[in-house]
């Protein structure tokens, strides 16, 4: 049986138009999907040039949250909510899930009923059969399973059978690539006046048509303090993980049965200045992605923190680049060989093509920048980037986007595992 990683090995020797519908086909272009609030863009990306071109918009009930394709294709299933991050109640529009379906030029339209959700949803995933919808909560923190239906809609949620340890501050959920296990990461959070930390954890469920069940809980030593993990993702036999509370990248055993080591394997400093988490307040850690070849692995540092200056919040220096690693395929040990500047703020969601040839970061937010005596403002965009055989990256351009209607929260391909 061919596992996920081989799979996509095949496929990155396709070229590009191989993945899209039949009128991308005809540009060898792929669609690529960016959010601003509510609005939900579609985009013509050309690899080989490097370019994104406007091709429309859908308007989702509230301001999107993520989104993901189901395996063939042919849906895209986004959940969307009006709550600020970090907030408890819902404002007008609530929390929902739509599916979408994806026309032959990657158009979207709305493909049954918008489903409600009780709570923020702050992740989604599809499994890897394409029955079922996992969606993350953050406050609550928790987890439900949605049934997808033979037309592609979405059913209603799995009543679990068993109860869940889901930690605190749940911020993503993966299944695994042998479809037994899902991986729910949960950041804890830092600790503030009055209150301690909260402990970080990966929670890891078995996975069976639907029902989750408590399988492992995972924390360094045990206990989850000074561990803050966000997002993870999947080389052939390891687990790269985003900490975000630390800046940190950490690799973890990924075992056939999809269950991961129990310890960490290695645990590093994600910065180009070490310093600079202690420098400047706001400065975290944002999605990691693993090069489709398994060799590299991308992970973003945010600093969007502000400081005043002449009666205006600027930009406080911290550090907005992209770590590039290389992974050692035998021991999983990562070796930071690259940050380069992200050309913007905030890279909470990025995407790389499925060839491992150009990556794409979208910018949450405009923020002012004071330099000498000026003070300018540096807009929200998708910067783009090739990437060399080495893994490194070299910067190419950036298409500005304007996020006066609300941030950029979400990019991505069709071609997300």
């Known amino acids: 049986m061919l596992d996920r990683r081989a799979v996509i090995a095949m496929l990155g020797a396709l070229p590009p138009a191989a993945f899209a519908p039949s009128a991308f086909a005809q540009d060898r272009t792929l669609p690529f999907y960016a959010s601003v609030g509510p609005r939900l863009s579609l985009y013509a990306l050309d690899v080989a040039a490097a370019t994104l071109t406007p091709r429309g918009a859908v308007t989702l ?12 294709r042919r849906f895209l299933y986004v959940v969307a909510s009006n709550t600020k991050p970090g907030g408890l109640g819902p404002d007008a529009g609530g929390h929902c899930a739509q599916a979408f379906r994806i026309g032959a030029d990657g158009a979207l339209s709305a493909h049954g009923r918008a489903v409600t959700l009780a709570h923020r949803p702050i992740h989604a995933t599809v499994d890897h059969t394409g029955r079922f919808l996992l969606i993350a909560y953050n406050l609550p923190s928790s987890i439900t399973v949605h049934w997808l239906n033979a037309d592609g809609t979405i059913g209603e949620p799995v009543v679990q059978k068993h109860a869940l340890d889901t930690g605190i501050y749940a911020h993503q959920v993966r299944v695994t690539p042998g479809n037994r296990t899902a991986a729910l990461v949960t950041r804890g959070n ?175 937010l405009a923020l002012p920048v004071h ?33 006066s209607a609300g941030t950029q929260f979400w990019c991505g391909l069709l071609t997300m595992p």
Do not use: M
């Not at 975000?244 to 075992?255: P, Q």
């Not at 998708?382 to 893994?391: E, K, V």
């Open 371 to 403: 330099t000498g005596n000026r003070v300018e403002d540096v807009s929200a965009g998708l910067s783009l980037f090739r990437i060399g055989t080495d893994g490194k990256l070299a910067f190419l351009r950036k298409h500005d986007v304007d996020t």
């Open 61 to 72: 009930p509230a301001n999107v949250q993520y989104a993901w394709p189901d395996p063939a």
């Open 190 to 364: 830092d600790p503030r006046p009055g209150h301690p930390e909260d402990p970080g954890a990966i929670k890891v469920f078995a996975f069976e048509d639907g029902q989750l069940s408590n399988l492992q809980p995972l924390a360094p030593h045990g206990n989850g303090i000074g561990f803050g993990p966000r997002h993870l993702d999947f080389a052939p036999h390891h687990v790269a993980v985003s900490l975000e509370r630390e800046n940190a990248l950490c690799i973890y055993d990924l075992k056939t049965d999809g269950t991961f080591g129990a310890e960490p394997l290695f645990i590093r400093n994600a910065l180009a200045d070490p310093g600079a988490k202690a420098k400047y307040p706001g400065q975290t850690a944002g999605p990691v992605h693993v090069h489709p070849n398994g060799r590299f692995v991308y992970q973003t540092n945010r600093g969007s923190g502000t400081v005043d200056y002449q009666g205006r919040k600027v930009w406080n220096g911290g550090e907005n680049d992209i770590a590039v690693w290389s992974l050692n395929p035998q021991t999983g040990e990562p070796t930071r060989i690259q940050n380069i500047d992200s050309h913007g703020f905030e890279i909470r969601t990025f995407a790389i093509d499925p060839g491992g040839t150009l990556l794409i970061a979208a910018s949450q």
